[in-house]
């Protein structure tokens, strides 16, 4: 009886993608553990073990996380959830000083979401049934995927400057000058900005998962209610971009051009979750970014150091922002407003602090709507118009790689063609999308007309 029940749930296709999200998480989990103890540093496993005893690296992260399980609890377990982080934080606070334990670097609560969140878990098993057990585990399963995000993206970033020597930021530099230059451009104007325009955009790309959490709970706010999630949603796009996107970095290694042509130190962050000291500068080509834009010159791989992400092809933060300003479009006015500006000042900031190409960008939307179309056609049922998007977003996205690749010297010598047929690239999967889409919205059903009435004679 409970083999027919599971192979009844297991023919859902919902069930069928949170079983297949659940083991490649937990198999690329200790993947990762593995790699990252061969080379000295602790992996995914032992941070988030940490993070359970010690100061956590985001106790912001851990809260939203919470956050996002609590819209399947009602109000009177929230009220509950919420009071127990913050007494098992207050609790750990005052053991820590106690004991002078060192919290350099570190958020001095957010172990109490932690601890709630795997209270749930515990719950879920032994006190619920049915429905609602699936459901508040599907709740700890999508704060725990957006904690363990966190970790496993650390050491993947620290995999990609371990085992790819050799960048290929040459290529896309060259590539860039189809499109202008554009991070040089921006990189001068937020200079020119000052402290105030720096500090702005950087509150903007370093909580991106502030909107992404602002618009989820948007979307998920009558869980509670109606006792199920809802078809699509936007962390399903965020989880699918955060376990796909990595993998291009090992097959396309970029690190950016503040790095491969600048210093890297004024804006050297991720680095330091593995060294004390910002990457050296002889491995850059020159001190030339934002200032001077690079030369037109046959392009070579060039070797770099152990220590900087190859995190750059395609954007990510542009990729995620695009899923937020997507996902926005039907909230309320002023969750449509802060989406846009959000998308503007994260495109602004990838490029302003030198972090990424025009030619990331570029490739960071397509890669979205790629997702996005194979998400709602997957929740909607595979039709032909679904494939042809998929399919279509995928061409793109590929050819978009091989020329930045293989023809990157043709583009920069022909700017006025090559320019403008990259931005129809992308244009043409953005109004793809838009108008696929479109026809897969539910039409209004008219309203019915009143009988006529037999005439009194």
């Known amino acids: 009886m409970n083999c027919r029940i599971a192979f009844s749930v297991w023919r859902r296709p919902r069930a069928r993608l949170w079983a297949v999200a659940g083991v490649a998480t937990l198999g690329f989990h200790i993947a990762l553990e593995i790699v990252a103890r061969r080379y000295g540093l602790p992996g995914p496993i032992t941070n988030e073990v940490r993070d359970a005893v010690f100061a956590p690296k985001s106790g912001f992260l851990l809260y939203a996380g919470m956050a996002l399980m609590m819209v399947v609890l009602t109000w009177r377990q929230r009220f509950i959830a919420a009071g127990a982080a913050i007494g098992i934080d207050v609790a750990f606070l005052v053991v820590r000083w106690a004991v002078g334990a060192r919290t350099t670097d570190c958020d001095p609560v957010g172990t109490g979401a932690l601890w709630v969140l795997l209270g749930c878990a515990v719950i879920a098993v032994t006190r619920r049934t049915g429905r609602e057990r699936a459901l508040l585990l599907k709740g700890v399963g999508l704060g725990l995927l957006l904690v363990v995000g966190r970790t496993i993206g650390d050491t993947w970033l620290f995999v990609t400057a371990k085992t790819r020597p050799a960048v290929l930021d040459q290529y896309v530099a060259t590539a860039d000058h189809a499109l202008g230059n554009p991070s040089w451009l921006v990189g001068r104007i937020v200079t020119a900005t000052g402290p105030i325009g720096f500090n702005m955009l950087h509150v903007v790309y370093g909580q991106l998962a502030l909107a992404a959490v602002v618009v989820a709970l948007y979307q998920l706010r009558n869980v509670a209610v109606e006792r199920r999630f809802p078809g699509h949603h936007l962390l399903r796009t965020f989880l699918v971009i955060g376990l796909l996107g990595p993998a291009f970095y090992m097959i396309f290694p970029v690190v950016g051009p503040v790095f491969a042509y600048g210093t890297g130190v004024e804006h050297w962050t991720t680095a330091s979750l593995w ?183």
């Not at 010159?297 to 990510?316: A, G, K, Q």
């Not at 397509?366 to 179309?373: C, D, P, R, S």
Request: with cysteine; glycine share 6%.
């Open 275 to 457: 060294s004390q000291a910002p990457p050296s500068e002889h491995w850059a080509v020159a001190d030339l970014w934002p200032e001077t834009p690079p030369p037109i010159n046959t392009p070579h791989h060039m070797p770099f150091d152990e220590i900087t992400p190859r995190n750059c092809m395609p954007s990510l933060h542009t990729a995620w922002a695009t899923a937020i300003f997507i996902h926005s479009r039907k909230g309320p006015r002023i969750l449509r407003i802060a989406g846009t500006l959000w998308l503007i000042a994260t495109l602004g900031a990838t490029l302003g602090f030198g972090y990424h190409y025009g030619a990331d960008l570029i490739a960071g939307v397509v890669f979205t709507l790629t997702i996005e179309a194979a998400l709602r056609s997957f929740d909607r049922g595979w039709d032909r118009s679904g494939i042809r998007l998929v399919a279509y977003g995928a061409t793109v996205f590929a050819a978009l790689l091989v020329s930045y690749r293989y023809l990157p010297l043709e583009m920069a010598e022909h700017p006025r063609v090559s320019g403008p047929f990259l931005i129809l690239a992308m244009t043409s999967v953005v109004y793809g999308y838009v108008r696929t889409t479109k026809l897969w919205e539910p039409k209004p059903a008219p309203a019915p007309q009143p009988e006529p009435q037999p005439e009194l004679i």
